[in-house]
């Protein structure tokens, strides 16, 4: 009997090991979870990672093999923005996605600057670009100096003095002023009051309101071609190849769509978000295949099969300068880009042996 319970001990002891340890492991499992990354759909793990680098590709949707996510009426900067605008998915600054914009910074930021003031500093002096001044409620009215008479001499040095000019009603302390009549026996009249006049209301078609309303017009969709993808180039030693993580897409406004000639971000988007979005309708975010429109594919799709073409303009350095900055002129920038591609692919091919 004394080794039966003492048998009974032991299992309940191991018991109760067994649960404190599944306990912790299952609390490591949820604290490794959380800090996996946030942007990425598929995040690999931290400890199967052999070698990663950070890459920023500008993909022009106006390329012949971009133009597809680009189709009339279906532009992916379309359905990014209106997502955002609708509260769908979040947007942020800049591709660090540390600051949260909202629908009316995004409307800010996408509005095209007041064309109408576009004249130089003469002519806005001589008056050009503003409404003609009209005679309105304020104005003085005009007097024709014909019908003006003027107060002359009558020959003896004295001013002629105007004897049509009655004198002025006086308040008699008991309502509205009273005119004096000159004959004996007349009766006194009450002045009238003038009727008052309203003010006029303010004309939608005025040159002020139409130029409030030309400067709330936002840009087209299709003018917002510029698309940059922020990707991780990293391979996973545990599954031996390598994988383009996407991490965040960022919508820039072209140069020659604003007044500074340069290239101005508008919103940047995490791809979890993105994705999620684009799979939820997939009839409706869709790349337009132009040779086979019964295959039009998800553009998530689109984008895991890399059905786009993006090039390299930066890659993650110390210095975080991209290939403009680096190297003087576009084109040795472009040339280094190349090259810098090229490279990736003969590392690729090395990872392999090794």
């Known amino acids: 009997m004394y080794d039966m319970r003492r048998m009974n001990g032991k299992t309940i002891a191991w018991s109760l090991l067994s649960l404190s340890l599944a306990s912790t492991a299952a609390f490591a499992q949820e604290k490794e979870d959380s800090t996996a990354n946030q942007f990425s759909s598929r995040p690999i793990a931290d400890g199967d990672v052999m070698m990663k680098r950070t890459l920023w590709r500008r993909v022009d949707l106006k390329e012949k093999q971009n133009i597809s996510m680009f189709s009339k009426n279906n532009e992916i900067t379309r359905y990014l923005l209106d997502a955002a605008k609708a509260g769908l998915i979040d947007a942020y600054t800049n591709d660090s996605c540390a600051t949260k914009i909202g629908g009316d910074d995004i409307h800010k930021r996408i509005l095209i600057p007041n064309q109408t003031a576009g004249l130089s500093a003469e002519e806005i002096a001589a008056g050009f670009g503003e409404p003609a001044k009209a005679d309105g409620w304020d104005a003085k009215a005009k007097t024709d100096p014909s019908k003006q008479t003027a ?10 003095k105007d004897t049509k000019k009655e004198a002025e009603p006086v308040d008699d302390g008991w309502g509205p002023p009273k005119k004096k009549s000159s004959k004996k026996g007349a009766k006194t009249e009450v002045a009238k009051e003038e009727p008052k006049v309203e003010a006029p209301k303010p004309d939608s078609t005025s040159f002020e309101a139409q130029q409030v309303a030309a400067s709330e017009e936002e840009y087209f969709p299709d003018q917002l071609s510029i698309l940059e993808v922020k990707e991780d180039w990293v391979f996973d030693k545990k599954r031996s190849r390598l994988y383009t993580d996407i991490q965040t897409l960022t919508i820039v406004l072209p140069a020659d769509q604003t007044a500074t000639g340069l290239e101005l971000p508008v919103a940047s988007f995490r791809w979890k978000d993105v994705e999620r979005l684009f799979r939820s309708d997939p009839k409706k975010y869709i790349w337009y295949n132009t040779h086979n429109t019964a295959q039009n594919k998800n553009l998530a799709d689109a984008f895991d099969l890399r059905l786009f073409y993006g090039r390299i303009t930066k890659f993650s350095n110390a ?36």
């Open 151 to 160: 107060n002359t001499d009558d020959g003896w040095g004295n001013a002629k």
């Open 319 to 354: 210095n975080d300068k991209a290939f403009l900055d680096i190297y003087n002129g576009e084109k040795e920038a472009l040339i280094k880009s190349l090259n810098y591609e090229q490279e990736l692919m003969e590392l690729e091919h090395g990872l392999w042996e090794y």
